[in-house]
């Protein structure tokens, strides 16, 4: 079934480590619970309208599986039939590097650019534990303010595989200061959007 961004199935958890629930009537109520706030990495999570907010039932913080899962960088797979929720993450590791030999050996790697440099680059990643069938991924990279730094690649997936490589190259010209965020995404199958499972920073100073 497609996987939509509004999915409201909620998941009961505990909260720990970067993700935390700070509840109180300061928050207001949820269908006569009390809700709670959501901070992921210090940024608090905002609710749109239709979403089913963070609330508390028994000491146990409860909020959309959806939100667990993109703070996670993880996929997620809705089974109307069983009424299950699928939650896959893969483990995506990426590299940049201004060469790449035929042997996927990485030369000359980097994290950091002065801005206005432009280069030539590969973008280099690298993925395991893929349990679940995908039909396409994509690699990106965004500017500080947002915009694509270059067209984005996209790959269809013809073979299945729980593991791969896989090098592309890019030309950037790194115009502005800040973060340029290089991100790996996937996509479940053609109906669903681009979920982003791995993203890695080059820092432009």
């Not at 440099?117 to 994509?138: E, G, H, M, P």
């Amino acid at each position: 079934m497609k996987v939509r961004r509004m999915l409201v199935l909620a998941l009961a958890v505990s909260l720990c480590g970067t993700a935390t629930a700070l509840a109180g009537s300061l928050w207001g109520d949820y269908e006569g619970f009390s809700r709670a706030r959501v901070l992921i990495n210090d940024v608090e999570k905002r609710f749109g309208d239709g979403e089913a907010p963070a609330f508390l039932i028994n000491g146990n913080s409860v909020f959309p599986v959806r939100v667990l899962a993109d703070s996670l960088h993880a996929m997620v797979k809705w089974d109307d039939a069983n009424k299950t929720v699928n939650i896959y993450k893969p483990n995506v590791h990426m590299f940049v590097a201004k060469e790449v030999g035929k042997d996927y050996s990485i030369k000359q790697p980097f994290g950091k650019v002065k801005k206005g440099d432009t280069i030539d680059f590969a973008v280099f990643a690298q993925v395991d534990s893929l349990n679940t069938s995908i039909s396409s991924f994509k690699i990106s990279i965004e500017t500080p303010s947002g915009e694509q730094a270059a067209p984005p690649h996209e790959k269809s997936v013809g073979v299945q595989k729980d593991s791969f490589w896989y090098p592309w190259p890019f030309t950037v010209t790194f115009s502005e200061s800040g973060n340029y965020k290089v991100k790996f995404s996937v996509k479940l199958d053609e109906s669903s959007n681009y979920t982003v499972v791995s993203e890695k920073v080059i820092v432009s100073e």
